[in-house]
Every structure is written in structure tokens, then in C-alpha cells.
Nanobody
Framework: QVQLVESGGGLVQAGGSLNVSCVRFGSISGISVMGWYRQGPGKQRELVATTTSGGITNYADSVKGRFTISRDNAKRTVHLQMNSLKPEDTSVYYC??????????WGRGTQVTVTS
């Protein structure tokens, strides 16, 4: 049974920083992509950032230059450092993993709230 558990969300003022983390429990054969999605109130879930097993990263235009994704395969973790946060970054942030066989796994999410 694979579980993704997020932590590190919270309440922060605009311009502040937060780091959200995700730890994976259980084995996945061949992880292709790890990353983060988010879903704001009344909005569809959207990609925030991903990183491949080869170290290629991809960011949503709205977070480029402010957010940094990193992963530690040995510790089975993926992190998202979020700087210069804006009220529009307020969302539930979901950890995401896709295996080499295209099986997708999702965490339950962690709330990030940015006040103006």
C-alpha cells in the first residue's frame, strides 16, 4: 500500500515563505515523476511543479522564480520551497507521484493560506 503524506502547510503573510514536504510510504517500481499540484477554492487542480527521475524540473508559469522543487530519493521525499508567496497561491497542495507504468498516486493535501 503506497501512501503519500504531506506536511508543512500553514498560514503566512504575503511575501513570506513556506516549505511543504511529502514523504512516501510503500514501494513503487520505477518512479518517473514526483511533484506538486494545487487546488484553490472553486478552481480545478493545477500543476505547480514536477521533477523527473532524471532531474528535469517543470514549473507553472505563475510560480517560476518563486518556487523550487527538490527530491531526495533515499529519503523518499519531495519538497517544495515557496518564496514570495501571494494571496493567489492560497490552495490545498497535493503531492503527486507517477510510476514508470503510468500509475498515479496522490496525497491527501496540505492547506497553504496566504494573507494580504
Amino acid at each position: 500500500q503506497v501512501q503519500l503524506v504531506e506536511s508543512g502547510g500553514g498560514l503566512v503573510q504575503a511575501g513570506g515563505s513556506l516549505n511543504v514536504s511529502c514523504v512516501r510510504f510503500g514501494s513503487i517500481s520505477g518512479i518517473s515523476v514526483m511533484g506538486w499540484y494545487r487546488q484553490g477554492p472553486g478552481k480545478q487542480r493545477e500543476l505547480v511543479a514536477t521533477t523527473t527521475s532524471g532531474g528535469i524540473t517543470n514549473y507553472a508559469d505563475s510560480v517560476k522564480g518563486r518556487f523550487t522543487i527538490s527530491r531526495d530519493n533515499a529519503k523518499r521525499t519531495v519538497h517544495l520551497q515557496m518564496n514570495s508567496l501571494k494571496p493567489e497561491d492560497t490552495s490545498v497542495y497535493y503531492c503527486y507521484v507517477r510510476s514508470s507504468y503510468s500509475v498515479q498516486y496522490w496525497g491527501r493535501g496540505t492547506q497553504v493560506t496566504v494573507t494580504s
